[in-house]
Each structure stands twice: as structure tokens, then as C-alpha cells.
């Protein structure tokens, strides 16, 4: 089996997910994360803090971006889980640094520009943010 089928074969795995063991869902994610790092995956991405936690549990050491809008009051699992969290304006990266001290940890972010779409992020022109 190529690592492009076994890859394929987790995946559809994966998505019946809720109907799996807790043990199976992290077998599951450590032979997905062996195949990726050996296709040479440097990171993951997620849509919520508690795909992270799973990933976690199931031992996955690569670094963890968390793409999506979390609520700054969850900054202790991001810092508890290793977590990179998107920051998509100044008022979000105040919040979650605010967060962050007062759990004791100093949270790593990754900063979204809004490069045209005028969804979310931080301008690219210094006009500021559109989001709040």
C-alpha cells in the first residue's frame, strides 16, 4: 500500500469518527501522523481545541495550529495542548494575551491577514482590522 492510499484509507476512517472507541479514534490519529511525517509534514491544523486534545492523547508531538475562531477564554487548553491559535485582530490578540498571563503561560500565535477577501484578519494595507 502507497502512503498516498494508506493516508486515503485513515481518512475514510476518520470520518466516522463519532461511532469509534476513544482507542481506536487514537490508533487512528497515530498512524495518520506517522504517514504524514514521513511525507514530511511539519504541522497540523485544526478546527477546534478539542481535536487538538485528541491529537494529544493519541501522542502526536507535531506542532498544532488552530485555524479556526476559538474564544479567548479557552487560552488554558491551547497553552495545556501546545497549540498555535490564529489571531484575526488586534482586539482578539489583546484577549487572548490577556488570557494567556493570566494562566500563567505565553500563548503562540499565528497572525491572519485579510489579503483581499474582506472576511476576517488584519488588513495588509495598516488600515487595521475588520473583524473585532
Known amino acids: 500500500m502507497t502512503r498516498s492510499e494508506a493516508i486515503q484509507c485513515y481518512c475514510q476512517q476518520v470520518e466516522h469518527w463519532i461511532d469509534l472507541p476513544k482507542k481506536r479514534r487514537r490508533e487512528l490519529l497515530d498512524g495518520l501522523r506517522r504517514e504524514l511525517e514521513a ?20 501522542g502526536v508531538g507535531l506542532p498544532i495550529l488552530q485555524l479556526g475562531m476559538t474564544p479567548a477564554d479557552q487560552t488554558a487548553a491551547l497553552l495545556e495542548n501546545r497549540v498555535t491559535q490564529a489571531v484575526w485582530s488586534e482586539a482578539a490578540g489583546e484577549a ?9 503561560g505565553r500563548l503562540r500565535v499565528h497572525l491572519k491577514l485579510d489579503t483581499g ?3 476576517l484578519g488584519v488588513q495588509c494595507d ?7
Open 39 to 58: 511525507l514530511g509534514a511539519e504541522y497540523l491544523a485544526i478546527s477546534n481545541v478539542d481535536e487538538a486534545r485528541e491529537l494529544r492523547l493519541a
Open 96 to 104: 487572548f494575551s490577556r488570557e494567556a498571563e493570566r494562566a500563567g
Open 117 to 119: 477577501m474582506s472576511r
Open 126 to 132: 495598516g488600515g487595521g482590522s475588520k473583524s473585532g
